[in-house]
Structures are given as C-alpha cells and as structure tokens.
C-alpha cells in the first residue's frame, strides 16, 4: 500500500526566513502529487499539484514544491514566509488513473512568528 | 459559489451510541468523499461516490459504517455503534466528476466518543 512520510511535524519560523517541508513517498508506480493547506479555522484547501510536466510546480501564495522523482520526494517551498503563512500542511499522493483518490502525509504544524 | 456543507459540526455522544453526519456537496459535482482525520493524522479516505454510486469503499469498516447518496447530491455517514476509537473530524469533500484533481473540503464534523 502506498505511504506518505511527512518527517516536520511541527516547524517554527521567523518572518522572511525561508521554507522547506519535507514529503517523501512510497510507490513504485506513476503518482499524482499535492500538497493542501489549512489554516486556522478554514477547511482543508489545494495550495498546488504535480500530474507530469515541468517538475518545479508553483501554486498560490509563493509557494512552489519540487517532484524528485528518483528520490520519491515532492517537498514545499517558499523564500520568504509571512505570518499569515501559518497553517497545518499536508503532502498528498494518488495513483495516476486512480480517480485522485488521495492518501494523506500526517502533517506539518507550521508557526510564523513576527 | 457556495461550499461543501456538513452538519452537525460538532457531535459528543457515548460509545455504542449511533451517529450521523450529513454532507451537502458543491451543487454540479458528481463525485463526493467521506474521510476520517484522527487528531495527529492526515485525512483517510472511507468512501468515494460517483452520483449515487460507490466508486471506493475499500477503508470503511462496514461492520459500524454506512454511507449513502441516494439522490446522487447529499450525502449521510452512519456509525453504529460508536467506538472510542472513531473520535475524529469527518471531512466531505466534492470534485467534479471529470476534475478529481481539484477536491474541495467541507468544514468538517468534530466527533468525540466518552
């Protein structure tokens, strides 16, 4: 069965530092990628995705996530983080041709702090 | 446009107690998810629906779960009886049936099992 291992489970971060969370996968086979945002007290929401193309994959927000394929890994980014950028993240994966059904990571508890 | 509804939005009851939670989708889309986010987890995908059809229900523990989607629009899922274990958040989200890449997320019911 396919997993995801979201290794931050909590980060805390000053404004304008940058950021990196990590995603990792495992399934041998041709994935869809996503990474989804909730901020507090708002439902869970798409920041961006990867289906194939260009492996530098911008979203909303300043955000961007990186598919490495050989090393599984599909981690967010952003060069410069702002207070409104706390949230809880999670990576997603779903089997192409699957019907997008997703298979959650456990999470990143992101903190910004002025 | 409005949102993914679900209802009630927080419910406690005691163990072997029944529960239902109702999920009004996006109005247009075909394709609706029940998921089960335990505190500390990632969402977990218990049942797809395309219209008024089960496309997935391969995580629903059927012998306490029930979902349906008569009418091919809103949505009921069933506990009963309760254990401790299903305290939880139950998110419903709904895609258009062609766009399963794009899942957008209800608020989400609170359950807690004494």
């Known amino acids: 069965a396919q997993s995801v291992s979201q290794h931050n489970h909590h980060v805390i971060l000053s404004e304008a530092a940058s950021l990196e969370l990590g995603c990792n996968y495992s399934y041998g086979g041709t994935v869809n990628l996503f990474w989804y945002v909730q901020y507090p007290g708002q439902h869970l929401q798409l920041l961006l995705k990867?289906?194939?193309?260009?492996?530098l994959v911008k979203g909303i927000k300043g955000f961007e996530a990186e598919f490495i394929k050989s090393k599984f890994s599909f981690n967010l980014r952003k060069p410069s983080v702002q207070w409104s950028d706390t949230a809880e993240y999670f990576c997603a994966v779903a089997l192409t041709g699957g019907g997008n059904k997703l298979t959650f990571g456990t999470g990143t508890q992101l903190k910004v702090e002025l | 446009e409005a949102g993914v509804a679900q209802s009630p939005r927080y419910k406690i009851i005691e163990k072997r107690q029944s529960v239902a939670f109702w999920c009004n989708p996006i109005s247009g889309h075909a394709t609706l998810y029940w998921y089960q986010q335990i505190l500390g987890q990632g969402p977990k995908l218990l049942i797809q629906f395309q219209n008024n059809g089960v496309v997935d229900d391969s995580q629903l523990p059927k012998d306490r779960f029930s979902a349906e989607r008569l009418k091919g629009v809103d949505s009921t899922l069933k506990i009963q009886p309760a254990k401790l274990e299903d305290s939880a958040v139950y998110l419903c989200a709904s895609s258009l049936e062609y766009l399963t890449d794009k899942q957008f997320f209800g608020p989400g019911t609170r359950l807690t099992v004494l």
């Open positions: 990867y289906f194939s193309g260009d492996p």
